[in-house]
């Protein structure tokens, strides 16, 4: 069974610290890893991995994919209260096309 | 562009009462999914349909749960009778399809949430 597993479940902090959010996963013809936001809503897209050791930026956040040791890191640099949320780790795989979500890391960033 | 429009955005009804969620993917998509989503945890796929045909429910269940996608487009999802578990919110996305030229990305609708008393 195709199986994605997130760490920590729930991480607190202080404005301005760093944040490594960890996500492994066991799963069969893996195509893509994802990373999405949610708030208080749907939630909203991050990154997409396929490649490994290439790591993708988007101002304070940054990703990387490691498919030998099948997991991937989400790093958030000098937090902000509105980096408070729940962060989602999901795997696209071929067979069935199907996206498989981890149960998520949900970030406090205090001020 | 729109995006994954979902009604109603909340609901309350009593357990073995019925529900019924719509969803409206963004225009030319093939692929839609449902997802439910329990407090605390991450998103459980439901359904997932390509075009009008499914392509995935082995996680539905159907004694209770039934869903469909008439002329491809738009998708209803039905709660009959409901039970107390299923209070979650229930989420739809779509895609552009998950071939060659698709990205793989998942856009997501704001989500029905169901509460069960």
Same mark, same amino acid.
């Given at each position: ?12 902090? #202080? ?5 490594? =959010? ?10 893509? $890893? $994802? /990373?999405?936001?949610?708030? %208080? @809503? ?12 290439? &790591? ?5 956040? !940054?990703?990387?994919?490691?498919? @030998? &040791?099948? *997991? !991937? ?14 962060? =989602? ?11 498989? *979500?981890?149960?998520?890391?949900? =970030?406090?960033?205090?001020? | ?9 909340? @609901?309350?009804? &009593? ?6 969620? /719509? ?5 030319? #998509?093939?692929?839609?999914? /449902?997802?439910?989503?329990? $407090?605390?945890?991450?998103?459980? $796929? ?15 269940? @159907?004694?209770? *749960?039934?869903?469909?996608?008439? %002329? ?27 071939? %060659?030229?698709?990205?793989? &990305? ?12």
């Amino acid at each position: 069974e195709d199986k994605v597993v997130q760490s920590p479940l729930s991480l607190v902090v #202080h404005e301005g610290d760093t944040v490594t =959010l960890n996500c492994s996963y066991e799963v069969t013809n893996f195509r893509s $890893l $994802l /990373w999405y936001k949610q708030e %208080k @809503k749907a939630p909203t897209f991050l990154f997409m991995l396929t490649s490994s050791g290439i &790591e993708k930026k988007s101002g304070r956040l !940054s990703s990387i994919l490691d498919k @030998k &040791e099948l *997991f !991937s890191i989400l790093n958030i640099t000098a937090t902000q209260t509105g980096d408070s949320a729940i962060y =989602l780790c999901a795997v696209l795989t071929n067979y069935g096309q199907n996206f498989v *979500f981890g149960p998520g890391t949900r =970030l406090s960033v205090l001020p | 562009e729109a995006g994954v429009a979902q009604s109603p955005r909340y @609901k309350i009804i &009593e357990k073995r009462q019925s529900v019924a969620f /719509w969803c409206n993917p963004i225009s030319g #998509h093939a692929t839609l999914y /449902w997802y439910q989503q329990i $407090l605390g945890q991450g998103p459980k $796929l439901l359904i997932q349909f390509q075009n009008n045909g499914v392509v995935d429910d082995s996680q539905l269940p @159907k004694d209770r *749960f039934s869903a469909e996608r008439l %002329k491809g487009v738009d998708s209803t999802l039905k709660i009959q009778p409901a039970k107390l578990e299923d209070s979650a919110v229930y989420l739809c996305a779509s895609s552009l399809g998950t071939g %060659k030229l698709s990205t793989g &990305e998942l856009f997501f609708g704001e989500g029905s949430r169901l509460t069960v008393l």
